[in-house]
């Protein structure tokens, strides 16, 4: 009796647990409409029919991967080099599941394996701002995040397929910008969630700084990286000291 009372209390964990993974990707279920969308209808453009659309989401699932896929395929660039251009760009991602073993470690390898591979830009941003608040099952809670992001995703991509067609010219209803507006909502939440908004505002400041000045002497895209490893450097360095 007392064996059944502790796996359905169990099974209730896990089923709540995933509930709460669900409900944590709601922030970022318009962005992933809107990006999806677009993405849908660059491929389509590009020439790909909506099986096609839907087998490269929901095997690749990858935003960015699959933007550059969908022009190359409509440049004729050739498979070997669509793999390998996919392939660095989404090298990140072995960084990003990386840095989530302390987390997950002990997980079963098969576990693992099916977490990190669901793992994007935006579910790691909200994992790695929220997963330490939950008093939660840490694998179902993060399933629950990463398969209603999935879903939504391919769904996105579909509903762009199919009436891509109608839009002549998606930049301007602006859908471009859903990406990077979801991103900004994610640094705001794991902002407040820190409680070190002073060190961070510091951080922020030193960045726009540095770009700013930076571009002046030496133009070019590298240097948000390079002001943003500065900055946040600084920010690690007050943040020992204080």
């Known amino acids: 009796m007392v064996e059944e009372n502790v796996q359905s209390l169990q099974e209730m964990?896990?089923?709540?647990?995933?509930?709460?993974?669900?409900?944590?990707?709601?922030?970022?279920?318009?962005?992933?409409?809107?990006?999806?969308?677009?993405?849908?209808?660059?491929?389509?453009?590009a020439g790909l029919s909506i099986l096609e659309i839907a087998l490269i989401s929901l095997l690749m699932y990858a935003g960015s991967g699959q933007f550059i896929a969908a022009s190359m395929i409509a440049a004729s660039y050739s498979l070997t080099a669509i793999v390998m251009m996919i392939f660095f760009i989404n090298l990140r991602h072995l960084l990003m599941s990386a840095s989530m073993v302390p987390y997950f470690k002990n997980l079963t390898v098969k576990q693992n394996i099916l977490i990190g591979s669901q793992i994007t830009d935006e579910t790691f941003g909200v994992a790695t701002t929220e997963i330490n608040n939950k008093n939660v099952n840490r694998y179902y809670w993060?399933?629950?995040?990463?398969?209603?992001?999935?879903?939504?995703?391919?769904?996105?991509?579909?509903?762009?397929?199919?009436?891509?067609?109608?839009?002549?010219?998606?930049?301007?209803?602006?859908?471009?910008?859903?990406?990077p507006a979801m991103f900004a909502g994610l640094l705001i939440l794991q902002?407040?969630?820190?409680?070190?908004?002073?060190?961070?505002?510091?951080?922020?400041?030193?960045?726009?700084?540095?770009?700013?000045?930076?571009?002046?002497?030496?133009?070019?895209?590298?240097?948000?990286?390079?002001?943003?490893?500065?900055?946040?450097?600084?920010?690690?360095?007050?943040?020992?000291w204080k």
């Open 142 to 179: 993060m399933l629950g995040l990463n398969l209603a992001a999935y879903i939504n995703w391919v769904f996105a991509n579909i509903l762009g397929g199919l009436f891509g067609e109608l839009i002549s010219n998606p930049k301007a209803l602006g859908i471009e910008f859903a990406l």
């Open 191 to 240: 902002l407040i969630s820190r409680g070190k908004l002073r060190v961070d505002f510091i951080v922020i400041v030193i960045s726009v700084i540095l770009v700013a000045f930076i571009h002046l002497i030496i133009p070019g895209s590298w240097v948000v990286i390079l002001a943003t490893i500065i900055a946040t450097t600084v920010g690690m360095l007050i943040q020992k």
């Open 13 to 45: 964990n896990k089923k709540d647990s995933f509930v709460a993974g669900v409900h944590a990707c709601l922030p970022t279920i318009l962005g992933y409409l809107s990006i999806g969308f677009a993405a849908g209808v660059v491929e389509k453009t």
